[in-house]
């Protein structure tokens, strides 16, 4: 199998095969992140995506699905991913999942036509880096995009039939802004509901611009108990049940699963978790490690 640098995907997709079409993240300038730093953004020859797809043949007879790496294969052209689709599906008819993660960026290109091409080739279930709903987040995050591209995105996205995975960041507007970060997330949630909601903790690495926004007073860290408290208050304002709560990214103090349907327990349950937190460890903010 080709598989350039470093190689992610989402904690979910854990027993899911990785075919490679790029490599590094096409944006890679976001604030907080360090995935991709030592990995350039390339294309993965498509003689290469079938190489790898008749290398998986030999240990797949069949193959219902499969996750596309790395950071943003959704950047590629509908032209193309019409061609890596069409492959997947000439090796594996009976497919019925081709997932990746995607972003609002790489979603602009794409028109309702192109993604319901898209989706007829079992494209579906993308991974987006939401990480906010709130405009002042999201410009300080440099995500590349606005509130008001989100809607219309996401819309587009649901329109063509696509299942979506909103990924949510707690902390990530600073601190004193987590409410409204959560509020304007919740509305785009409740108003394009995803079949995933993914939550992780923003934290600070080295050598980011993060970092340096908070060395210069521009980013003040929320404490560990303000970012699960933004946690408990997206479970509330969720309007919809048909979806699954995903919190047991490896960067979440409190690891946490289950069905929306059971919102209740998933707050009881970390309600009772906060209790055996050291109250020092709440009110204190920490770096996790390099990614």
């Known amino acids: 199998m080709h598989y350039t640098g470093q190689v992610y995907r989402h904690p979910i997709e854990g027993y899911t095969p990785l075919l490679e079409v790029t490599a590094g993240c096409s944006h890679n300038k976001c604030s907080f992140c360090t995935m991709y730093r030592e990995t350039p953004f390339k294309l993965s020859p498509l003689e290469y995506v079938e190489q790898d797809l008749q290398e998986l043949k030999q240990t797949h007879t069949t193959l219902e699905k499969i996750f596309l790496v790395n950071g943003e294969p959704f950047i590629l052209s509908t032209e193309k991913l019409i061609k890596i689709g069409e492959l997947i599906n000439s090796y594996f008819p009976e497919i019925k999942t081709i997932t990746c993660y995607a972003s609002i960026k790489s979603l602009k290109s794409k028109s309702v036509e192109d993604l319901k091409k898209l989706r007829a080739l079992k494209f579906n279930e993308l991974h987006i880096g939401l990480e906010s709903a709130?405009?002042?987040?999201?410009?300080?995050?440099?995500?590349?995009?606005?509130?008001?591209?989100?809607?219309?995105?996401?819309?587009?996205?649901?329109?063509?039939?696509?299942?979506?995975?909103?990924?949510?960041?707690?902390?990530?507007?600073?601190?004193?802004?987590?409410?409204?970060?959560?509020?304007?997330?919740?509305?785009?949630?409740?108003?394009?509901?995803?079949?995933?909601?993914?939550?992780?903790?923003?934290?600070?690495?080295?050598?980011?611009?993060?970092?340096?926004?908070?060395?210069?007073?521009?980013?003040?860290?929320?404490?560990?108990?303000?970012?699960?408290?933004?946690?408990?208050?997206?479970?509330?304002?969720?309007?919809?049940?048909?979806?699954?709560?995903?919190?047991?990214?490896?960067?979440?103090?409190?690891?946490?699963?289950?069905?929306?349907?059971?919102?209740?327990?998933?707050?009881?349950?970390?309600?009772?978790?906060?209790?055996?937190?050291?109250?020092?460890?709440?009110?204190?903010?920490?770096?996790?490690?390099?990614?």
């Not at 995975?165 to 997330?185: N, Q, S, Y």
């Not at 946690?231 to 919809?240: A, G, Q, S, Y």
């Open 134 to 291: 709130y405009d002042p987040a999201i410009m300080q995050m440099n995500k590349g995009f606005t509130q008001e591209e989100a809607y219309e995105n996401i819309a587009k996205l649901k329109e063509a039939g696509f299942d979506w995975d909103a990924i949510v960041m707690l902390g990530v507007a600073g601190k004193g802004k987590g409410k409204i970060h959560i509020r304007e997330t919740a509305k785009l949630l409740n108003t394009y509901p995803p079949y995933l909601v993914s939550i992780m903790t923003t934290s600070i690495s080295d050598d980011t611009p993060l970092e340096k926004m908070r060395d210069d007073g521009d980013f003040i860290e929320c404490t560990e108990l303000e970012k699960i408290e933004e946690e408990k208050l997206l479970l509330e304002l969720l309007e919809f049940d048909d979806a699954y709560f995903f919190g047991g990214h490896m960067y979440n103090l409190i690891a946490i699963n289950g069905p929306l349907s059971k919102k209740d327990k998933i707050l009881e349950r970390i309600d009772k978790e906060l209790q055996k937190i050291d109250p020092k460890i709440l009110n204190s903010s920490y770096q996790r490690d390099n990614i």
